[in-house]
């Protein structure tokens, strides 16, 4: 019912049969184009990413298994003008996440100021104790955020999670990107698409920037694993072989006089900035999980000596917790002096007895989320869940109403997606990724779009059948034709 | 009181060590009713020490030691002038307002056995106050102090409020779980205990609670001797629990089994003389 009704990206809301004008050549690619032809293209590409290794490992399954996340051939397309709406917003967001991390880690301000109550934050376990009253080098904390958005309409893009621990989901923008380019060459000359291939350069720089001090070498850059049993360890494999940068386990890395030192076969060398893909906990066993066999002891005291930065920073999760996000529009406002550009999805915090009456007496209406879950586990999808799901969620609210926020459930926008029966809409999110370093915010124009690919389904998660697209950003028409050259020229 | 202070750690290891990574909070700091007049750290093997501060602003020494090395003795001794304050603390570093330390942490997460202890003593009780020394008290009675060092692995409050007897860590974790299952902010703090009819060094420091009690601030207590700390206690580091505020906590890379023995002295010129 939801999907009949909801906003298509590129069919827009009515009937014509060419959709929206502006992708109106894409519709016409879409209806033109064989159905065989577009199963050979996606068929290839999936062929290509199993061979390269993009797999994932699911939890929680029998056989843990090594699946490669779908691939869909029909990519989804923002205009330059949806962009630049975007981009503001994302700016203004990751700029107040890393002033909030600032504050509730410093001076502590939002909370004697009344906007965010003080227990929310202090008694939360996402508060890392351990780095509290440290800053780190340049005073940036979360320097790639992967901030989930979701549509509804032409304008009404709404910002679901912000992901400002170790997101995910890179490399998948920069692996499709290179799949269409090479199975769909024509949708490049169809349109003028930016290029995405920055990326890597610009995280690069990111990261360089926020090395500690000035010192005049070029600091030393490294990106941490736990190793390759865990279930992105191609995208960090991917990652450092794109930034030229080693990719490091614990075993690698020493720290000695509270510098951090890498082993290598010329002896050790001096490590300036960390890109760290390993939790929190699990980082150092001395100052967080005593039984981490995946960390480095001593890492968090070079962090707190000021002598290496990690990136993202420790303690950066309490500002993506699901408990803090229902504040984010007034923590936007308290930091940036204006409203949020982009808006919250709309929340009831369950720890409020209002909220949770409104939530128990609606329960087959709203989507029901752990603060704590991730990845689509511990939640509830009350229009398409069983009545036994719904009670088994009602005792479990009743039992701990604080461990859980509910939210509408929206009819999220859709996308042309192949599926058996030929190209059928299908529900998309978005996943943008900010860089912060002490140059600014920088977004390289795409992101990683999920999509379910279960008809009517809203759960993307990989790890819930949700499969990827491309995410086209077309540049602005009077850049056209040199974007378009720049094209050929970057891909020969 | 001036308490003189020794506590020697060392750690023998089978197989020779090539790094050992220590983390110490071994260092107590001066406040209204604790002045330390002197207090050093001596490691008998060439070991880098860097000092800094952790966030609950304890003091912290990061120890580094290149091998090969089969044997560390790290000793702290220092002299500390103390006054009694009841039990009250007052004036210590407290870069971390009390309300964080309502949280539940690893070693001190109360289950329903401890909540429903906690809750018949404020039922008694009526007031918080009166609650944490019926709490003291009833596990002082229900928990037998044991004398061995605690053993390799720390018990959570759950799985030491099941047992009959403990060690002080044990108590502690108690205490601060079932505190926290009434609202409370408690903490772990470890430190030293001087015992006037003491019987020669012993083979562990000491730790207690302390309870951020409405009206009054932080108060410790000492659930092992039933009793709130006085003169004869010298803090030295704070956290949710033992994880966060424990002496020593280090790492090494070499393999092989550790044989580890500690001897702490506290003794009292003045008293004993």
């Known amino acids: 019912m939801t999907e009949r009704r909801a906003f298509d990206e590129i069919m827009g809301q009515g009937d014509e049969a060419d959709g929206r004008p502006e992708f109106a050549a894409l519709a016409r690619w879409i209806r033109e184009t064989p159905l065989g032809e577009l199963q050979r293209r996606q068929a290839a590409a ?46 203004q967001r990751v700029l107040a996440i890393n002033a909030f991390l600032d504050d509730v880690y410093g001076e502590r301000r939002i909370l004697s100021e009344g906007v965010v109550p003080a227990e929310l934050i202090l008694a939360n376990p996402q508060f890392r104790t351990q780095v509290a009253g440290a800053r780190p080098p340049h005073g940036i904390y979360a320097h790639i955020c992967g901030i989930d958005l979701v549509r509804t309409g032409p304008q009404d893009f709404f910002v679901l999670e912000d992901n400002a621990r170790t997101p995910s989901g890179v490399s998948y923008m920069l692996e499709n990107r290179e799949a269409m380019i090479r199975l769909c060459p024509e949708l490049f000359e169809m349109f003028a698409v930016r290029p995405v291939d920055t990326y890597p350069d610009t995280l690069l720089e ?29 995208e960090h494999s991917f990652l450092a072989d794109n930034l030229g940068i080693e990719l490091v386990e614990a ?45 480095i002891p001593g890492l968090i005291s070079a962090y707190l000596a000021g002598n290496v930065a990690l990136a993202n920073a420790p303690g950066t999760g309490i500002a993506d917790d699901k408990a803090i996000y229902s504040y984010m529009p007034e923590i936007v406002k308290f930091y940036s002096g204006g409203e949020a550009r982009l808006p919250n999805v709309e929340t009831w ?17 709203l989507v029901v989320k752990l603060v704590d879950g991730s990845g689509g586990y511990g939640m509830l999808v009350g229009p398409t869940a069983t009545a036994a799901q719904i009670e088994d969620f009602r005792a479990a609210l009743i039992a701990e109403p604080h461990r859980y926020i509910a939210q509408p459930t929206l009819a999220l926008s859709t996308v042309p997606t192949l599926v058996e029966q030929g190209v059928a809409p299908r529900h998309v999110d978005f996943r943008p990724f900010c860089l912060t370093g002490t140059g600014g915010v920088k977004i390289v124009p795409g992101g990683l779009t999920r999509v379910a690919l279960r008809e009517g389904s809203l759960v993307v998660n990989s790890s ?29 | 009181m001036r308490l003189i202070i020794q506590h020697a750690t060392i750690y023998s290891f089978a197989e020779p060590q090539s790094r050992l990574v220590q983390l110490l909070r071994v260092t107590p700091s001066s406040y209204a009713g604790q002045n330390v007049v002197d207090w050093q750290i001596d490691v008998d093997c060439d070991a880098r020490l860097k000092a800094g501060r952790d966030g609950h602003g304890n003091e912290t020494t990061m120890l580094y030691v290149n091998g090969p090395i089969r044997r560390i003795r790290v000793a702290v001794a220092g002299e500390v002038l103390t006054d009694d304050k009841a039990g009250m603390v007052g004036g210590s570093p407290e870069p971390l307002p009390p309300i964080l330390y309502t949280r539940p942490s690893p070693y001190a997460a109360p289950d329903r056995a401890i909540a429903e202890f906690a809750a018949a003593a404020l039922a008694d009780a009526g007031d918080p106050l009166g609650a944490m020394h019926a709490l003291m008290a009833g596990i002082h ?11 390799n692995r720390v018990r959570t409050a759950a799985e030491a409020f099941a047992a009959d007897k403990g060690s002080y860590l044990d108590h502690a974790h108690v205490m601060i779980a079932a505190a926290r299952s009434l609202g409370l902010p408690t903490r772990f703090v470890s430190g030293y205990l001087f015992r006037s009819n003491d019987d020669g060094p012993r083979r562990a420091g000491h730790g207690w609670a302390e309870v951020h009690v409405p009206d009054y601030g932080w108060i410790g207590f000492d659930a092992v001797n039933d009793h709130c700390p006085d003169a004869n206690y010298v803090r030295v580091a704070t956290g949710l629990d033992h994880g966060e505020a424990a002496p020593l906590l280090g790492a090494r890379t070499g393999g092989g089994s550790e044989y580890l023995e500690v001897s702490v002295s506290v003794t009292a010129p003045e008293v004993t003389a």
């Open chain 1, 206 to 234: 990111t990261l360089r920037s926020v090395a500690p001090g000035h010192g005049g070498n070029e600091p030393v850059c490294v990106l941490l694993t736990p190793g390759h049993f865990n279930s992105a360890f191609y």
């Open chain 2, 141 to 151: 009675r229900r928990i037998a102090f044991d004398q061995a060092p605690p053993a």
């Open chain 1, 349 to 365: 915090r369950c720890r409020e007895p209002e909220a949770l009456r409104y939530t128990l007496d609606n329960l087959d209406k």
């Open chain 1, 251 to 295: 075993a690698d890395l020493e720290v000695d006089d509270d510098f951090v030192w890498m082993r290598t076969i010329e002896g050790r060398v001096k490590v300036d900035v960390i890109y760290r893909r390993i939790d929190d906990d699990y980082i150092d066993p001395l100052w967080f999980r005593p039984d981490s066999m995946l960390g």
């Open chain 1, 46 to 91: 999936e062929a290509a990413f199993r061979t390269l290794g993009i797999t994932f490992a699911v939890y929680g399954e029998e056989e843990a298994s090594e699946r490669i996340i779908p691939f869909d051939i029909v990519p989804r397309v923002f205009t330059a003008g949806e962009w630049d709406g975007l981009q503001a917003g994302l700016e």
């Open chain 1, 464 to 492: 819930q059948g949700g499969g990827t697209k491309d995410s086209l950003v077309l540049a602005p028409p009077r850049e056209r034709q040199a974007q378009s050259q720049f094209q050929f020229q970057g891909r020969g």
